[in-house]
């Protein structure tokens, strides 16, 4: 029987332990982080989207598919 490898064993488990409890809270740091975001610090795809439908909404008011109102109640919406 193997007498003195039990500590070895669980130094290793304490190790892996750690590193999950480790990744675990990485994980809901960068999470929460991710959520928190600004308008601002919004990726480049997201503005792109916004510009894409403004666009979209100007050629519908423009062609006459809306009135003034709906056009401002959209571009408010929009742009929030």
Request: proline share 4%.
């Amino acid at each position: 029987m193997m007498m003195g490898g039990g500590w070895l064993v669980g130094l290793i488990v304490l190790v892996l332990f750690l590193v999950l409890v480790g990744g675990g809270i990485a994980a809901v740091v960068w999470f929460v982080g991710q959520g928190s975001r600004g308008p601002s610090q919004r990726p480049p795809y997201e503005e792109a989207g916004k510009d894409e439908a403004l666009e979209t909404l100007r050629r519908r008011y423009a062609a006459g598919e809306i009135d003034r109102e709906e056009y401002e109640r959209m571009r408010e919406e929009l742009r929030s």
